[in-house]
């Protein structure tokens, strides 16, 4: 049993009710997708994350909507939460995905997250000690997958980031600008995956 169980549509009342209603408007279905029942315990909550997820995780703004997903799926990735992975999973696959893009995007955030855990203890070790050795870390991922680089440097930014690793962020920002890629694609990168690390952390206190 979750420590906070869904609220469904049936029970929904006042506030929750429509903001459920204006969910099923945005997705177009007139099913609402299990996180937000959950959110739905908290009238505030729930409302704050529709409006940011409205704006930056679902449609189009300097970042199409399947380069939202992919975002979307890294994240619901690196934090192992299977309710966002499989809507992100299902939204890339409607988008035109193939299950191998899906596997892409998992096997970069996770390698991601390797090279945040030796920079950040290089970072953050007190000592200079470390500076002068190699990484010794195998990493053909990032350039062995069906993705592109820009895709590659976006997702690397947001796991770089939600992982802490404050020469990752600075050394993918740089890259992905050298690439061509916008600083406003990069913000609206990392206020989905904002979004969605708030949406995730709830539901990890809920059990579910």
């Not at 992919?70 to 193939?98: P, T």
């Not at 899906?102 to 000592?127: C, Q």
């Amino acid at each position: 049993m979750p420590r906070i169980p869904p609220v469904s549509e049936a029970d929904a009342r006042d506030k929750v009710a429509e903001t459920y209603g204006r969910v099923r408007e945005m997705l177009g279905t007139d099913r609402i997708p299990g996180p937000f029942l959950v959110y739905g315990n908290v009238e505030a909550f729930l409302r704050d994350f529709y409006m940011n997820f409205k704006k930056f995780v679902h449609g189009a703004g300097k970042l199409d909507e399947k380069g939202r997903a992919v975002v979307g799926l890294a994240v619901s990735a690196n934090a192992a939460c299977g309710m966002w992975y499989e809507f992100f999973a299902d939204r890339l696959r409607a988008l035109g995905s193939m299950e191998g893009e899906l596997h892409d995007i998992v096997a970069v955030a996770s390698t991601n997250a390797m090279y945040n855990t030796f920079f950040k203890f290089r970072d953050i070790a007190g000592s200079d000690l470390f500076e002068g050795l190699p990484v010794g870390l195998r990493a053909h991922t990032f350039s062995g997958t069906s993705l592109d680089d820009q895709t590659v440097e976006l997702i690397n930014i947001v796991i770089s980031d939600l992982n802490a690793c404050k020469p990752c962020v600075a050394g993918h920002v740089k890259k992905a600008r050298d690439l061509g890629v916008a600083d406003e694609a990069i913000l609206e990168a990392v206020q989905c995956a904002a979004t969605l690390q708030s949406g995730i952390r709830f539901l990890e206190a809920a059990g579910c």
